[in-house]
């Protein structure tokens, strides 16, 4: 798997898998996490 950059998307062998910062944001709210404290 590899992310690229800026488009933030994670691919395999040409096929997108995943988008990095959207698909990221749905586990933690899945996990019941909140926003990132500073």
Same mark, same amino acid.
């Given at each position: 798997? %590899? %992310?690229?950059?800026? /488009?933030? @998307?994670?691919?395999?062998? *040409? /096929?997108?898998? !995943? @988008? +990095?910062?959207? /698909? *990221?944001? +749905? %586990?933690? #709210?899945? +996990? !019941? !996490? !909140? $926003?990132? #404290? $500073?």
């Amino acid at each position: 798997m %590899l %992310l690229t950059m800026p /488009d933030n @998307r994670y691919w395999s062998m *040409g /096929d997108v898998v !995943g @988008r +990095a910062w959207h /698909d *990221g944001k +749905a %586990l933690r #709210q899945k +996990a !019941g !996490g !909140g $926003e990132a #404290q $500073e």
